[in-house]
């Protein structure tokens, strides 16, 4: 129970740490680079359409720091899912020391395993949400209407010359470097931004829904069939060359005393028969030379 409780803290502050992540402060350089992408994406077309492109590079670059920051979540929960097997094997087999250290050993080795699987569904996943912006959600649309409903309010505090303002969703940022752009420009950016804040909410709970999934689904499989194969493969190894038949083997020292042992036990069978012959001549002859 404390560790799913522990593993569930662990995916809401990652998703937490997802939701907030950006590489530029959007209060201070607010639409900036929602600009910058639509300038690079422009073409011959209807001025009132955004061109997917831009929001697809916007969409990929925010992967991208998704990307950077996997190891921080991977490696920690399968570190922690690592210290609790660990001890829960150890307090099992504590009554068979000899075996404890393979049966470490193979916990190990196979939570590394289950590590590199974990990273390999996040780069999987990852790639898949950098090709395509789809969601069946309907909060996408209710959210990014709801957004897009202060637009004009943002607009006439930027031709009325106010500094700043209050953006639900963003906070206060800050407008005196937009005005160096074209209005019309400034609007596609605005509704780019819009639409890639309500979005950008569905793809952070799609990737961390994903992993809890496959860390859910790893964990059973770990503790239901893996484990014990694993810890099997360990003892017996390769061509029965495992912990369990060194231990069954004899050690040198044992070896060399059974043979002691059984040189001492031949002789006094010899010397058994040589007393059995000289009896049965006594008691046949009366014959009491040798």
Avoid at 144 to 168: C, P, V, W
């Amino acid at each position: 129970m404390h560790c799913t409780t522990r593993l569930v803290e662990m995916l809401n502050h990652f998703a937490d740490e997802l939701q907030n992540c950006t590489e530029d402060n959007p209060r201070t350089n607010f639409l900036l680079e929602e600009i910058e992408v639509l300038e690079e994406a422009r073409r011959i077309g209807l001025p009132d359409f955004l061109p997917r492109t831009a929001f697809l590079t916007l969409l990929q670059r925010k992967v991208k720091i998704i990307w950077s920051k996997q190891p921080s979540f991977g490696v920690p929960v399968w570190d922690y899912i690592r210290g609790v097997v660990i001890r829960v094997l150890m307090r099992h087999s504590e009554n068979y020391p000899q075996l404890q250290s393979s049966t470490r050993r193979a916990a190990s080795n196979l939570i590394n395993k289950m590590k590199g699987k974990t990273k390999n569904k996040m780069i999987e996943i990852l790639e898949m949400e950098k090709l395509t912006d789809y969601t069946c959600n309907p909060e996408y649309l209710l959210q990014r209407n709801k957004l897009m409903t202060q637009q004009g309010r943002f607009m006439e505090a930027l031709n009325y010359h106010s500094n700043m303002i209050d953006i639900e969703g963003i906070g206060e940022v800050y407008l005196g470097n937009l005005r160096v752009h074209k209005q019309q420009l400034v609007q596609e950016a605005f509704d780019l931004k819009m639409r890639m804040t309500a979005y950008w909410k569905i793809v952070v709970r799609r990737f961390v829904d994903s992993m809890a999934l496959h860390l859910r689904f790893s964990v059973h499989n770990l503790v239901t069939k893996e484990m014990e194969k694993e810890i099997g493969r360990e003892l017996i190894g390769p061509s029965g060359s495992g912990r369990i038949n060194r231990m069954l083997g004899e050690v040198p020292e044992v070896a060399a005393k059974r043979e002691k042992l059984n040189r001492s036990i031949k002789l006094l069978r010899e010397s058994a028969e040589v007393v059995a012959k000289v009896m049965d001549r006594i008691a046949t002859n009366g014959d009491y030379s040798n």
